[in-house]
């Protein structure tokens, strides 16, 4: 980027473009919460992802970018709209409420007063200024941290810096974000068992999608797991790609989950988050601290514990995506 | 830690465990609970006995200490002030407890009325033998809060409006004095009680501070004791049983706020800070308007427990009288009348409970020619409203002898005044009461009698009676003798005005 | 300074936008998708300023917070659109009653 | 300028217009149906035409081989997808569009 | 339903040849690989993580697509034909799409197969989407039915050839009579 | 060139816009699901373009990841929320 | 200290855990005891690389509290979640969610890292909001949903906050962050950002809409953990911020603080008193007692701070017995209308004395640890001439009791028992009550947990001796 910026006329472009993005960005969000059909909003909301995801690649943070693309684009956007489709099909199947409620897929702004609704406009305007403002005079970045994580970044068994932050530096954030996940996985199943959606047989050109798709998501959430190490890449991107194989896995109306939906699917979920934990735990009784790989072996130990991660989030991912406890008396 | 420490924590937490046991034990175990009844009170009594013992002869300090927070501990300690309460509670409560015991024959609720007796006990005791304001202030809220369980024990309609009066007052008489406390803490660093008070180096720097504090402190404690403004909880408070109505009166709370006062002015302030600050007059004059308007009131009440109520606001309110003064002689009246009123106040009312439980009495008009029924509760009675009109040798005479002196002694002549007027208003209440118990003719038919076997009562209603009678006689007639209640009283002024 | 500037403005305008659509809204979706509006903010904000150095690398710490955030939002999501289908399921509209926060 | 480079631009610029046609297609078109040829023709070629471009300024082959896979991935999802949506269409009874 | 589904699921595996099972592992495997290949840049330390994940597509593969039969030759004829047919579909909805007067005349038609159903049916109904003016929009046993873009152009001659080809990438001889 | 890529990527960025208008013109849900589907496309290839333009070449894939999840929306919608009968709009 | 999960699903196990965590926190409370703060470097990276976990006293008497109360709630739910009507499969969902709220308070309360709180906050409150919802009415499910979203909200606020002063100071440890901190606009925003989520999420008086309902609808055990720990977990970070990162001199927004928070006393209190069923009047009173909280800001004196920490410790034992005094009330009489209770209270009368000495530690009647911290409150207010904040203190207290005896009294009336209860397993009640006691018995070891708040010097830049 140093070479280019020598040029006025990358410059300018790079800002045309940035101003183009960062308006589609604005627009796309507030149209996303402002327009009146929630299924619009929700594609609004989804290319609203896409953009966000070319952002990051714009941002140079490309290890976001993936995430976003794989997470945020791709399975938040499908939760969504299968989220929507249940909520509609309970909609239709009580037509009395329906009628009570027939504008609730509308928006429907709650009738501010005039006076409140200046309020919350000042509020908020002070909130912008006031970010704002805090932004533009913030100082120079300080580098002291950068340049310790670059410093260590040998140490650490791995060469992308994001993923030694992640999974080294950092590893405990990541530990608990992983308990996020688990948990909001216990959550959702704890609302207890959710109907199947009624659908019907997937027809065989989706069959073959699927089919065609599976082995080859398979193959990039490997590789994503694998390049994590010293590209942009890791456990959350090749979990994420897992996990929109599991997803499509369940679209297309794969159900052989029921078979080893009680213990062993439970042991997978939590097998992330195990193999962490214990690594962290071994290495205690090996007179280390909690988390503290020595560096002969941290590459190594980093990979094995992204490996299991991978398979613990794709599988949680794919769970989650059911919005709900998979029954389990089937099996007995 | 020394025996010497922990008896007074032993004095505390006797009633403790027994009111916690009592609480567990099964409505039906009426003789253990009496056993162990007895047993914390004649235990306490064993106690107290040691304890006036060394203190009296020896000097000895019993006391003992806990760190409560950061410069602050909970202290038990018994100086001379805190055995004369304690023995006065500690016989009364024995004497109650024998009464409670037939009062509350075959009532429900049995074990949570013994076990909140017994916790109240704990509280006054400790209120009696606190050695900080800190303590005083824990065990005078926890007086509060074990008393009203036995206000609202009846359970109707009106005993919970009682109840909500009474913790209205008293939560709002608490939550002054822990302002006044913490203000105190604040200024003064330290709360101990001492002799002669301890806030005399600050006189000069906090002067309106220190006013403000006592204000705040007498009205607190000024609820409990029922002074003027304060007392609306009290006649309200009637609809409690006749033991609790006793206690009420005459040992635990009223008393906890008299004595209280007592402690303010003489072991916080001072006799002589207090009237140097000059404070203690318009307690004096709040006092006296609480003596006569208590009268007053009381003149107008056809109910008997109401009528006794009111007079005690104005009985009790001898004693802050008698502090207020601020003379040798006048202190020794209030702290003599401590005791005195309470023995004399609890006949009282133990007689006019064995007349609701026996005949269904309610009413002084319902009294007529009750004493040829009833003869010996009746006499009990008389020597009670006699010693309350100050007729000698009886108790209430002595106390009233020794604030009228005290009075002239400092030259407050107004309170000869005061204390006439009471007197006569006094014998206005009470002589009628008499004349219509024993000289008018019965009615045919008492409004709910209850026999109870040979006697006129049971003996554990009339034996107490008896007792505190006996007792209010004694008192006045033995005045003088050694470790009478007036010796006591003069033994601690002497400490008082000593430094 | 540079033009990566813009993109922190970007993300307080979603940020106050997500607020606002939050505040307004009754509809829970709505509100969910507030909420990730909201959250795509702060993850720009956090992300634009550590690129803000022109030609430096940017700062790997905050975009390692960015994918945390990212992952732990998308939990919080699914949680949240299970919690709608329960609360549809059960009361039969997906809004909240009114709520004043003002 | 590198004849690959020429070549590049051509082919870029070729791709960028087939996006526009899809657009337009997209936009201009009356239904579900015709706008589905749209978006599956015109960005699929579109897309082929920019990997190819980027693919003469590969500097391996194996990155060459990851734009094709890439292009591969998107003619295989957007051709299915498109039979899936007018599938869809169908059973939903939306007639096509008549002159 | 389940159970009927399932065995929809399962029904395509031929248990007959094992061998053909193995040989089509063999080729998949080596299909993946090269994928992996091309997306880590051929670094040796890369299999660590590529041997297992290949296996485990490899597998996947098998277990959700069956093997089929199918011919070299017939990739190598129809790889160049489904470039152009492409670009010019391509070029062909751009025209119309740009065209002031937008000249289409869209419709429905039902193509009778002669092709067998299954994968060969699946490939065919994909491709037809890309083709110039087509669009498959259902698909039966029996027929495919292609939305036009222009009634009035010959795309059921295009589409028989590309039949055509499809059933030689597949190995197949179609059906002789569609009548 | 950079310049180059660069003004491409703005291009599509353009005709990605243009194509919004279809989400929000429906008529039907199909056409703001199709129009979402052209965004992945052409997001594929805006991020191609600058994976090229910034000599980033790990952006790719971000690129295969578009490409590869952006049928698991298109499946979701026609699979739950298209297929599971009328939307409200349907019927416009 | 993290308790992981295991599938198995027991009470056994989730017990077991308890108990080892409680036996993790006494070592360490024995650890730092003898040792002073301590600091542990996750990783080896130390500070500014990696994530640092400190325990000082303030840390070390949250996990106490914590432990505790967490025990206590674990014994509780044995019994809780036996009920028949409780449908097993919500029942084993109890247990790890709980677990999980454990470990993010332990986690939280341990972290000195302010994006590593963030995540921990998160942690916290998908797990609460799971929880609020496993009582499954539509009252809860609602009021769960909006505590989710307003828990979502206040954790954005608070990672911009986070955000900006990363990018200000480069880092996110606490202790560094202090010695670097100086105001600038940055830090403004960043301290009004995340002062305001973390206050949302505390339920501080204009933004408390959210508590009453969902502490209410929860499951007992839930309410409890809810009202003792959860809140307190945001308020822990605040003060934590407050003292160590914010630039000190901030004395109007402490004043600001302060009157809300007494507003929140006397809001909290009126709408208590108002209140027909129970458990609302115990989350009301939850919004009063977090009022006395923030009345330590205007003062932000020694005291002030230890009273303010006093009153979040007795509370949090106070109400965890008292919510599950009303959790075994509305099971043994089916609900908690308290006009209702004469039926009902007086037939448990373990559970009636857990309330009623809850209760005394709530209006802070001595001997209770609320009457230490009251009185430390006072004293701080009176020392620092504040006098508004001593009336706000006492009146609060009598509105306190006003609600509490408004219960209380119903357990003297005498009526007859209404035929529709059952039984309630006896646990229940010693556990409440236990916890009760424990809430009188902190005023009577005040001096330790104050000498505990000493260590490592929380309070040190205030402390005054």
């Known amino acids: 980027m140093e070479a280019m910026t020598s040029l006025p006329l990358m410059t300018l472009m790079q800002l045309l473009f940035d101003t183009l993005l960062g308006f589609a960005l604005l627009w796309l969000g507030w149209r996303a919460l402002a327009s009146p059909d929630l299924f619009q909003a929700i594609v609004l909301f989804i290319a609203f992802g896409l953009l966000m995801a070319i952002v990051w690649v714009r941002l140079d943070a490309p290890d976001v970018a993936l995430a976003e693309a794989a997470i945020g684009a791709g399975l938040t956007g499908a939760l969504l709209l299968t989220t929507l489709a249940r909520l509609e099909a309970k909609n239709r199947s009580k037509s009395a409420l329906e009628k009570k409620h027939k504008v609730w897929l509308m928006t429907e702004n709650v009738k501010l007063k005039t006076a409140s609704f200046l309020w919350l406009m000042v509020i908020l305007m002070l909130l912008v200024s006031g970010l704002v403002y805090a932004v533009l005079t913030l100082q120079e970045q300080t580098f002291e941290l950068q340049m310790l994580v670059s410093k260590n970044l040998e140490s650490s068994g791995v060469s992308n810096p994001v993923t030694a932050v992640l999974l080294n530096f950092r590893g405990y954030d990541t530990l608990l974000e992983m308990s996020v996940l688990l948990l909001a996985l216990l959550g959702v199943w704890s609302f207890g068992g959710i109907p199947k959606p009624h659908e019907s047989l997937p027809g065989p050109v989706l069959n073959m999608l699927s089919r065609l798709l599976i082995p080859l998501l398979i193959i990039v959430a490997g590789y994503f797991l694998w390049v994590g190490s010293d590209a942009p890449g890791g456990a959350f991107q090749g979990g994420s790609v897992l996990g929109a194989a599991g997803v499509l896995l369940l679209l297309v109306g794969w159900r052989l989950c029921i078979r080893f939906v009680g213990l062993p699917l439970r042991i997978i979920l939590v097998f992330g988050l195990g193999v962490f934990v214990s690594a962290a735990v071994v290495l205690i009784f090996l007179g280390r601290q909690f988390m503290e790989y020595p560096p002969s072996v941290a590459g190594a130990l980093i990979l094995l514990i992204e490996a299991a991660a991978t398979l613990s989030i794709g599988i949680t991912l794919a769970a989650l995506f059911l919005v709900g406890r998979p029954e389990f008396r089937r099996h007995k | 830690m020394s025996l010497n420490a922990l008896l007074p924590l032993l004095m505390v937490l006797s009633s403790l465990l027994v009111g916690l046991i009592i609480f567990f034990l099964p409505e039906e175990r009426a003789g253990i609970r009496i056993a162990l009844n007895l047993a914390a009170a004649v235990l306490k009594l064993i106690l107290v006995g040691v304890m006036s013992w060394g203190v009296f002869f020896y000097g000895l300090e019993y006391e003992f200490r806990m760190p409560l927070l950061h410069s602050q501990e909970l202290i038990l300690h018994a100086d001379a002030l805190s055995i004369l309460f304690v023995t006065l509670s500690t016989i009364l409560w024995l004497v109650t407890t024998v009464y409670a015991i037939g009062y509350l024959e075959d009532s429900p609720h049995r074990s949570r009325f013994f076990g909140f007796f017994s916790l109240c006990v704990m509280a006054t005791v400790g209120v009696a033998m606190a050695g900080n304001m800190i303590t005083f202030l824990l065990f005078y809220e926890l007086l509060t809060l074990t008393t009203y369980p036995l206000i609202v024990h009846r359970g109707t309609e009106e005993a919970r409006r009682a109840g ?336 | 300074m540079n033009t990566l500037y813009l993109y922190t403005i970007v993300g307080v305008g979603l940020f106050t936008l997500g607020l606002y659509a939050l505040l307004i809204h009754s509809d829970l979706l709505r509100k969910i998708l507030a909420i990730n509006i909201m959250g795509s903010g702060v993850f720009l904000i956090l992300v634009a300023l550590a690129a803000r150095t022109q030609g430096a690398v940017p700062d790997p710490v905050p975009h390692a917070m960015v994918i945390t955030g990212i992952v732990v939002a998308v939990s919080a999501t699914a949680l949240a659109l299970a919690l709608v289908i329960r609360v549809r399921t059960k009361v039969g509209h997906a809004n909240l009653p009114e709520q004043s926060l003002e | 300028m590198l004849l690959s480079e020429f070549f590049t631009v051509i082919l870029l610029l070729a791709g960028a217009f087939f996006f526009l046609a899809g657009t337009v297609g997209l936009l201009r078109f009356p239904d579900v149906y015709t706008r589905l040829h749209a978006l599956t023709k015109a960005d699929n070629v579109g897309l082929g035409l920019m990997v190819l471009g980027l693919a003469l300024q590969a500097e391996s082959w194996a990155m060459t081989g990851k734009l094709i896979l890439i292009w591969l991935c998107v003619l295989l999802s957007s051709a299915s997808v498109a039979h899936l949506i007018a599938n869809a269409a169908r059973k939903k009874g939306i007639e096509p569009w008549k002159q | 339903m389940h159970t009927s589904e399932r065995k929809k699921c399962f029904k395509l595996i031929p248990y007959d040849s094992l061998i053909s099972i193995l040989w089509t592992g063999c080729l998949r495997a080596m299909l993946f690989a090269l994928t992996w290949f091309l997306l880590t840049d051929g670094v040796m330390d890369s299999w660590l993580i590529g041997g297992p994940v290949v296996l485990l597509a490899t597998i996947a593969s098998i277990v959700l697509l069956p093997p089929f039969s199918w011919s070299f030759i017939g990739i190598m004829r129809i790889v160049p034909v489904f470039l152009w047919r492409s670009l010019y579909a391509g070029i062909d909805v751009a025209r119309r799409a740009l065209h002031p007067r937008l000249p289409i005349s869209p419709g429905l038609y039902q193509y009778r197969w002669r092709l067998p159903p299954g994968v060969p049916q699946i490939f065919m109904a994909n491709m037809v989407s890309l083709l110039p003016g087509t669009l498959s929009a259902e698909l039966a046993d029996e027929y495919l039915c292609v939305h036009v873009l222009d009634q009035t152009g010959d795309f059921i001659s295009e589409l028989s050839i590309i039949e055509d080809y499809v059933a030689r990438l597949f190995a197949l001889n179609l059906i002789a009579d569609r009548s | 060139m950079e310049i180059f890529y660069l003004s491409i990527a703005f291009f599509l960025l353009l005709t990605l816009l243009a194509g919004l208008w279809r989400v929000l013109r429906g008529p039907t849900a199909a056409d703001r699901m199709l129009a979402a589907q052209l965004f992945g496309t052409t997001a594929v290839a805006c991020v191609l373009l600058l994976a090229q333009a910034f000599e980033r070449p790990v952006l790719r894939d971000v690129a295969l990841i578009f490409a590869l999840l952006a049928a698991v929306t298109a499946i979701a919608f026609v699979r739950r929320a298209w297929a599971s009968g009328e939307h409200s709009d349907a019927a416009k | 200290m993290l308790s992981f999960l295991l599938p198995q699903r027991v009470k056994l196990l989730g017990l077991l855990i308890a108990a080892g965590v409680v036996a993790a926190v006494a070592a360490l409370g024995w650890q730092v005891a003898e040792l002073g703060a301590q600091r542990y470097a996750i990783g080896g990276w130390g500070a500014p690389l990696g994530i640092d976990l400190y325990a000082d006293g303030l840390s070390l008497l949250m996990l106490m509290v914590n432990a505790v109360v967490c025990l206590g709630v674990s014994v509780y739910s044995t019994g809780y979640f036996n009920r028949a009507y409780f449908r097993r499969s919500r029942a084993i969902y109890f247990w790890p969610l709980w677990m999980f709220l454990w470990a993010a308070l332990n986690a939280l309360f341990l972290s000195s890292d302010i994006f590593n709180l963030y995540v921990t906050l998160e942690l916290l409150g998908l797990s609460a909001v799971a929880l609020v919802a496993l009582a499954g009415g539509a009252d809860a499910l609602t009021s769960a949903m909006r505590y989710l979203l307003i828990n979502l909200l206040g954790s954005l606020f608070y990672l911009l906050g986070v955000a900006l002063l990363y990018h200000r100071f480069g880092s996110l440890d606490i202790t560094i962050l202090s010695q670097h901190i100086e105001p600038s606009p940055a830090v403004w925003v960043a301290m009004g950002l995340m002062t305001s989520g973390l206050l949302l999420k505390t339920a501080l008086f204009p933004m408390h809409f959210w508590l009453p309902a969902a502490h209410a609808s929860a499951p007992a ?161 009176i020392n620092s001439g504040q006098w508004w904040l001593v009336i706000i203190i006492i009146m609060g207290g009598l509105l306190a009791a006003a609600y509490i005896f408004k219960v209380i009294g119903y357990a003297f009336t005498q009526s007859r028992k209404s035929h529709q209860t059952r039984r309630v397993p006896i646990r229940m009640e010693w556990t409440a009550l236990i916890l009760a006691i424990a809430a009188i018995l902190l005023g009577l070891i005040a001096p330790w947990p104050l000498a505990i708040m000493d260590i490592g010097l929380p309070f040190s830049g205030e402390a005054a001796g």
Request: hydrophobic share 55%.
């Open chain 7, 221 to 381: 055990p839930v309410s409890a953990l809810l009202s003792a720990l959860v809140v307190k977990a945001s308020f822990y970070i605040f003060l934590r911020l407050w003292l160590e990162i914010f630039p000190v001199d901030s004395s109007v927004f402490g004043e600001l603080l302060g009157v809300l928070g007494a507003i929140a006393i006397f809001w909290g209190g009126v709408q208590a008193l108002r209140q027909t069923r129970l458990k609302m009047l115990i989350a009301y009173s939850t919004v009063a007692q977090l009022g006395y909280l923030f009345l330590a800001f205007p003062m932000a004196s020694y005291f002030a701070w230890k009273g303010a920490l006093f009153i979040l410790l007795s509370h949090a034992l106070a109400k965890t017995a008292m919510f599950m005094a009303a959790g075994n009330i509305l099971h043994f009489g089916g609900h908690d209308r308290i006009q209702d209770f004469d039926h009902v209270v007086q037939y448990q009368p373990l559970t009636s004395a857990a309330f009623a000495l809850a209760g005394i530690s709530i209006m802070g009647l001595p001997p209770s640890g609320g009457f230490i911290g009251k009185w430390l409150l006072l004293e701080a207010a």
């Open chain 2, 164 to 499: 909500r009066t009474y913790l209205i007052y008293t939560m709002t008489g608490g939550v002054l004095i822990l302002t006044g406390t913490v203000w105190l803490h604040a200024i003064a660093g330290s709360l101990d009680f001492s002799y002669g008070g301890f806030v005399s180096d600050l006189v000069d720097e906090h002067r309106t501070a220190l006013i403000a504090i006592f204000v705040l402190l007498i009205a607190g404690l000024g609820v409990k004791a029922a002074l003027v403004p304060f007392h609306g909880w009290l006649p309200q408070a009637m609809i409690a049983p006749a033991p609790v109505s006793a206690l009420l009166h005459a040992v635990a709370v009223v008393k906890a706020g008299a004595f209280g006062i007592v402690r303010v002015v003489d072991d916080v302030y001072g006799v002589e800070v207090a009237a140097n600050l000059g404070v203690t007059g318009p307690l004096a004059v709040l006092a006296g308007v609480t003596i006569i308007y208590g009268s007053i009131r009381a003149l107008f009440q056809d109910d008997l427990k109401r009528r006794l109520a009111f007079s005690t606001i104005s009985q009790v309110s001898y004693i802050v009288l008698g502090i207020a003064i601020a003379g040798p002689l006048a202190t020794i009246g209030g702290l003599v009348h401590l005791v005195h009123q309470g023995v004399m106040k609890i006949t009282l009312f133990f007689c006019a409970g064995n007349l609701a439980e026996t005949l269904g009495i309610h009413k002084i008009s319902e009294m007529n020619g009750v004493g040829r029924r009833m003869p010996w509760t009746m006499t009990a009675f008389t020597i009670g409203a006699f010693g309350m009109i100050g007729v000698p040798p009886l108790a209430g005479f002595v106390s009233k002898w020794y604030l009228g002196l005290g009075a002239l002694e400092v030259g407050q002549e107004w309170v000869i005044y005061v204390l006439a007027g009471s007197s006569l208003l006094n014998a206005a209440y009470f002589l009628p009461i008499l004349y219509a118990a024993w000289f008018k003719l019965p009615t045919d038919s008492w409004p709910d009698e209850r026999a109870f076997g040979s006697g006129e009562t049971a003996w554990t209603l009339l034996l107490p009676a008896v007792i505190t009678a006996f007792l209010t006689l004694a008192v006045g007639l033995l005045a003088s003798m050694p470790f009478s209640p007036l010796h006591w009283a003069r033994f601690i002024t002497t400490l008082e005005y000593l430094p």
